[in-house]
């Protein structure tokens, strides 16, 4: 059980940042910036599997590599929504 609440705050977080560096944060809630966060993570961990660059948070690894994949999964991720949403990426 506190493994899920940790994972939605750390969720959280990730998405928040990410939304701020695309520049969506005046757009999304928190709910929304934990859904980011938590599908960042995979996605930041799918490729970082395949890039053969280690753990992801989804892992139970909170090293700063684990952290910078989810957040750079994050970020693709908000880039593609705002891609399909504006025809940009921004």
Known sequence: MMG???WLIVG???GWIASMIMKT?????IFLNIIVGIIGAFL?????SM???G????DGDFSLSGLLLSLVGAI???AIVNLFRRGRVR
């Open 55 to 58: 753990g992801d948070i989804n």
């Open 12 to 14: 959280g977080i990730i």
């Open 51 to 53: 890039l053969g660059l």
């Open 4 to 6: 899920i609440i940790i």
């Open 76 to 78: 693709i991720l908000l």
């Open 25 to 29: 944060d005046a757009q999304q809630g």
């Open 44 to 48: 930041g961990g799918w490729i970082g």
